[in-house]
């Protein structure tokens, strides 16, 4: 009975407090079309509030997001400082990655330049950082006024979250020079909330993580990295696949480009060639389904999208068997390369009387596996 009781008050509460909340809504909307000019409806009046509303909370998310890469780029200066390094702006050979074209008027710079710049130091940056063999000799003592490794971290996570919007761009976007973040006004022109990096740019940022994670500053950062690049590699597979049309086919090749940047790291090649295997597999048992149901027919779209990951499949094994032969581990090599094969074998399976060209090329990556097993 009193467990009764007190459900039922905390239901009157619970009604009580809404009443209240909504009564404050009304009264606030009362106020607000008091004030409405003369000339517009109360409807007009009031979308003219509400687009004003987003509009400043657009701008104060961009303010904000300029003020986090000022403070970021001081920092950056304080540890080229502290390492000796000369800043970017002072290298004569070190050209803008997104120069800005010259105008004639001082207009005031565009919110998406100032972000371009933003990205290329934060870049440049994570490149100098990289070149250096150890943080060892320059650690922290007390008297030193920044945290090296907290602003290594801050710029790779910024810089993996440009990586991730360009990746997005690329998949849903046409036009690459809209970010995937944007809004629309009531005048049909866009809110850019956050700039994502240009496609022909976004293959160095890729890049430059790949050099950062190999190198000896790269055991400090792998954690945030691999899974990243992993997630990323997944991402990718997918979206190649799914890709339609004869205009995708420049954006299939930049997706492959990516994968393949992403798999060109010692750490990462063979989960790389494993997450594409995997989708090829996939991939083999559609087309395994389809030899035994007469009534369906091939996506031409997948079909020929999947000589993409073929192609991506095969760089990445030809690196495997260069530079990284001689200093692998030769069990651990063995087992992933018996991996590689096994996935390669199974994809086979059933398909060669219908699918000819693409059990052809199978047997080519098999191949390559196979000539790297008796290598080692």
């Not at 997944?234 to 799914?242: E, K, M, R, V």
């Not at 991996?339 to 693409?358: E, G, K």
């Amino acid at each position: 009975m009193k467990n009764s009781n007190n459900a039922m008050e905390s239901d009157d509460v619970t009604k009580e407090i809404h009443n209240y909340a909504s009564a404050i809504k009304i009264t606030a909307a009362k106020n607000i079309l008091s004030k409405k000019p003369p000339g517009l409806t109360t409807r007009q009046y009031a979308k003219l509030v509400c687009d004003q509303y987003r509009t400043n909370q657009t701008n104060w998310k961009e303010r904000n997001q300029q003020l986090e890469d000022e403070v970021l780029q001081l920092q950056q200066n304080l540890i080229y400082k502290q390492l000796s390094i000369t800043p970017p702006s002072q290298v004569g050979e070190e050209e803008l990655i997104f120069p800005t074209p010259p105008c004639s008027s001082e207009t005031r710079p565009h919110e998406s330049d100032k972000n371009e710049i933003a990205i290329e130091q934060n870049l440049v940056f994570l490149k100098n950082i990289s070149s250096l063999k150890s943080l060892g000799e320059v650690q922290l003592s007390s008297t030193n006024t920044i945290n090296i490794d907290s602003v290594i971290k801050s710029s790779l996570l910024k810089h993996l979250s440009t990586i991730r919007r360009g990746i997005d761009q690329i998949i849903i976007f046409d036009d690459d020079t809209i970010s995937p973040n944007t809004s629309s006004r009531s005048d049909n022109s866009t809110i850019v909330n956050c700039y994502a990096v240009k496609n022909k740019y976004l293959l160095k940022c890729v890049e430059t993580v790949v050099r950062l994670l190999d190198s000896p500053l790269g055991k400090k950062l792998q954690d945030d990295v691999m899974s990243f690049a992993l997630e990323s590699a997944d991402t990718l597979c997918s979206a190649i696949l799914i890709k339609d049309g004869l205009q995708q086919f420049s954006k299939i090749e930049d997706l492959s480009r990516l994968l393949i940047a992403i798999g060109s790291s010692k750490k990462l090649k063979v989960n790389v060639i494993l997450k594409i295997l995997k989708h090829i597999t996939k991939y083999s048992e559609v087309l395994r389904h389809l030899t035994s149901n007469t009534h369906q027919l091939v996506e031409p779209s997948k079909y020929e999208n999947v000589y993409y990951l073929f192609w991506a499949c095969e760089d990445l094994l030809r690196r495997l068997g260069g530079v990284d032969r001689a200093s692998a581990n030769t069990d651990l090599k063995k087992q992933q390369l018996t991996q590689i094969s096994s996935l390669l074998n199974s994809s086979l399976l059933h398909l060669s009387d219908n699918f000819q060209l693409y059990v052809c090329y199978l047997w080519r990556l098999l191949g390559f596996v196979n000539c790297l097993l008796r290598g080692l």
